[in-house]
């Protein structure tokens, strides 16, 4: 985990400019239609600050991580909240929140690691709470471009989810990518449901 945080840290602008802008309103609006309005979201992983952003605009209550330091002063300086930096496997809290956004994030862990964490993210979910996350569509598992990548499709995803029994698959949907000519690639959203 230490060389992503450190592809991020030393490509925290060049990554902005290519996040910071692109349209998400399409999944944003279909996680916040599960939620009652200014409730408590948990933006794991925020990069940019681009989602935390929208949720604040909208009245929500945000709590933003990122365990890269200087996506965290950005994301920080853009969203007019504090930033905390923590990684993945950090997170302890019990009931806590409503909704965990994931937005293409969780997806740098190896499965061993990334079940621990979904384990983590279901116990900080309030009963019914939901959790949106995004997986690159394909079977891969290794190291792509420099960071470190689990995929999964629908098959592979719902395999790996049944040994949570306390989260289903509410939603799953597949799009292009959204940042500019990236279109050909392809994703795997979720929505879950504690």
Same mark, same amino acid.
């Given at each position: 985990?230490?060389?992503? &945080?450190?592809?991020?840290?030393?490509?925290?602008?060049?990554?902005?400019?290519?996040?910071?802008?692109?349209?998400?309103?399409?999944?944003?609006?279909?996680?916040?239609?599960?939620?009652?309005?200014?409730?408590?979201?948990?933006?794991?992983?925020?990069?940019?600050? %681009?989602?935390?952003?929208?949720?604040?605009?909208?009245?929500?209550?945000? #709590?933003?991580?990122?365990?890269?330091?200087?996506?965290?002063?950005?994301? *920080?300086?853009?969203?007019?909240?504090?930033?905390?930096?923590?990684?993945?496997?950090?997170?302890?809290? &019990?009931? #806590?929140?409503?909704?965990?956004?994931?937005? *293409? *994030?969780?997806?740098?862990? @190896?499965?061993?690691?990334? +079940?621990?964490?979904?384990?983590?993210?279901?116990?900080?979910?309030?009963?019914?709470?939901?959790?949106?996350?995004?997986?690159?569509?394909?079977?891969?598992?290794?190291?792509?471009?420099?960071?470190?990548?689990?995929?999964?499709?629908?098959? *592979?995803? /719902?395999? +790996?989810?049944?040994?949570? @029994?306390?989260?289903?698959?509410?939603?799953?949907? &597949?799009?292009?990518?959204? %940042?500019?000519?990236?279109?050909?690639? /392809?994703?795997?959203?979720?929505?879950? %449901? /504690?």
């Amino acid at each position: 985990m230490d060389q992503i &945080i450190d592809y991020y840290n030393l490509n925290a602008e060049n990554f902005i400019e290519n996040t910071r802008n692109v349209d998400m309103h399409l999944a944003q609006d279909k996680f916040l239609h599960l939620l009652n309005e200014g409730v408590d979201i948990l933006d794991f992983g925020c990069g940019s600050g %681009r989602d935390t952003k929208y949720f604040l605009d909208r009245g929500y209550q945000v #709590t933003a991580t990122d365990g890269s330091a200087e996506l965290c002063r950005w994301a *920080s300086d853009f969203t007019g909240i504090e930033v905390k930096e923590m990684m993945f496997g950090e997170l302890d809290e &019990i009931d #806590t929140y409503d909704g965990i956004w994931a937005c *293409s *994030s969780i997806l740098h862990l @190896p499965k061993n690691e990334l +079940f621990l964490v979904i384990r983590k993210m279901c116990d900080a979910l309030k009963s019914t709470g939901v959790i949106y996350t995004s997986f690159k569509y394909s079977d891969f598992e290794g190291v792509r471009n420099g960071r470190y990548f689990t995929d999964f499709t629908e098959d *592979s995803f /719902k395999e +790996f989810i049944a040994e949570i @029994p306390e989260l289903t698959i509410e939603d799953q949907w &597949i799009t292009g990518d959204v %940042r500019l000519g990236r279109g050909e690639e /392809k994703w795997l959203n979720l929505i879950l %449901r /504690k």
